[in-house]
């Protein structure tokens, strides 16, 4: 701004020295003729023109240049203002951080105070029981020194011990030498005895492979003892079945069909994963527990052999299989007679 003003007092300085010189001049017209004196006016007319054209054109670009640096002041003012409201806001936050710093390095001075309180306190116990070592520390040197006048007592005592020891030593060497020979001969009873045990367990052991085998052989007597009651049992209940039969009047159409009973033992075999003959062999055994046999079964007690049947099944689901298919209508229907 100071340059500009002083740019335009410069200007308006040589304009009024241009104005001083055409006063100047008009007086030297007065003085001329009245033919040079329209001519001399004409140029003076046309040169203060000029002059003051050019003085407006000073005084607009000196406006402009006011302008644009008042534009440029306007623009570092407002520069200066968001300058200063960041400066502000980075003085607050410095503050608030100090005052951050100041907070955490008090609570640090009293923790600090407090470990060194507490570290005062430990010292002190421990001056305290430094002093109680001490005492207990001397009460021991004087029991020390007691216990070295009762060592050097129990020494001497020692060395007399020694001497009875050096004279027993000779006379546990002479026992040592006697129980030396006894133990060679214990060592030879023992190992005599050894052998008579190893000898004695091998004869044992032949001994329990015999019985094995007389067991086996007796297992396989009383297998066949057992098969042998059991086809007797099966020949009675036959028997029994055939007199009931012709005592109480039994028509021959109650008799269950042959193939009836061969898919009872078919299912019983499937459900049981069993093999066909021993499934037929427990179906003979579960008929002769019922007083029948399994050629002449009445059809009517059908339903109680299969359940019979059912209880020599474990898994339940299997169960209700074999009772549905069992007891089918071609199995359970009378045949009609002939």
């Known amino acids: 701004m100071s340059a500009l003003y002083n740019f335009v007092k410069v200007k308006m300085q040589d304009t009024l020295r241009q104005t001083e010189n055409y006063s100047m001049q008009l007086v030297q017209v007065k003085h001329s003729t009245s033919s040079n004196a329209r001519h001399e006016i004409e140029n003076l007319e046309r040169l203060v023109t000029q002059r003051l054209g050019k003085v407006k054109a000073t005084i607009q670009a000196g406006e402009a240049i006011v302008i644009q640096e008042s534009r440029q002041a306007e623009r570092l003012a407002a520069n200066l203002k968001t300058d200063i409201a ?25 923790s600090l105070n407090a470990k060194i309180k507490s570290f005062q306190e430990e010292i002190t116990k421990k001056e305290a029981l430094l002093v109680t070592r001490e005492n207990e520390i001397t009460g021991y040197r004087s029991k020390i020194e007691d216990n070295a006048t009762k060592i050097s007592d129990l020494e001497l005592n020692i060395r007399k011990k020694e001497e009875e020891a050096a ?23 023992l190992k005599k005895t050894e052998e008579l045990a190893n000898y004695q367990k091998s004869s044992i052991q032949e001994l329990k492979n015999e019985l094995g085998a007389k067991t086996e052989e007796f297992d396989c007597i009383v297998k066949d003892k057992q098969e042998l009651l059991m ?28 193939e009836i009973l061969e898919r009872i033992i078919t299912e019983f075999s499937e459900a049981t994963n069993m093999m066909d003959t021993l499934a037929s062999l427990i179906v003979q055994q579960q008929a002769k527990a019922l ?11 059908l339903s109680e052999l299969i359940e019979c049947l059912v209880k020599d099944i474990e898994d339940e689901k299997r169960q209700i299989d074999f009772r549905q298919r069992a007891s089918l209508p071609a199995v359970t229907e009378p045949i009609p007679a002939r």
Do not use: H, W
């Open 231 to 258: 086809r007797q049992d099966s020949e009675i209940n036959d028997l029994k079945s055939q007199l009931k039969r012709l005592t109480t009047g039994i028509a021959v159409s109650e008799i269950a069909a042959p």
């Open 167 to 189: 004279s027993n030593a000779k006379c546990a060497e002479d026992l040592a030498q006697k129980t030396l020979t006894k133990v060679t001969a214990l060592e030879a009873q």
């Open 86 to 110: 960041m400066l502000r806001a980075n003085l607050k936050e410095a503050e608030e951080a100090f005052a951050i710093r100041d907070l955490a390095q008090q609570e640090i001075e009293e």
């Open 291 to 301: 007083g029948e046999s399994v050629e002449t079964f009445p059809r009517t007690r």
